[in-house]
């Protein structure tokens, strides 16, 4: 069975740093894709950053460049440094995970299958 587990969040100034962190349990290899999505409340779930199964990163345009997805593939543990947060980057924060993937996008929510419990990140202005 596929675990997820988020740490790190809280709360944050505008224009400050926080990272998230996904361990991920359960698979057999390290060729899983895992995303981050985050819902603000009213919201829809949306795509923030996924890594594929050849270690590429992809970010929605709205964190690009500020937001960086790495992959400890010893711990295996999914890395989401966010910086120069803004008051809309408040939500619930989310990570998930698939099997093998190459996509070249963050993928939707319905390509994953498995989820952590959320995490909540609060940017104040």
């Known amino acids: 069975q596929v675990h997820l587990l988020e740490s790190g969040g809280g709360s944050v100034q505008a224009g400050g740093s926080l990272r998230l962190s996904c361990a991920v349990s359960?698979?057999?290899?390290?060729?899983?894709?895992v995303g981050w999505f985050r819902q603000a409340p009213g919201k829809e779930r949306e795509g923030v950053a996924a890594?594929?199964?050849?270690?590429?990163?992809n970010y929605a345009d709205s964190v690009q460049g500020r937001f960086t997805l790495s992959k400890d593939v010893v711990k295996n543990t999914l890395v989401l440094q966010m910086n120069s947060l803004k008051p809309e980057d408040t939500a619930m924060y989310y990570c998930?995970?698939?099997?093998?993937?190459?996509?070249?996008?963050?993928?939707?929510?319905?390509?994953?299958?498995?989820w952590g419990q959320g995490i909540q990140v609060t940017v104040s202005s």
């Open positions: 890594i594929n199964s050849h270690g590429v990163a």
């Open positions: 998930a995970a698939r099997g093998y993937c190459v996509a070249t996008y963050v993928p939707p929510p319905s390509d994953y299958t498995y």
């Open positions: 359960g698979y057999t290899d390290n060729n899983f894709c």
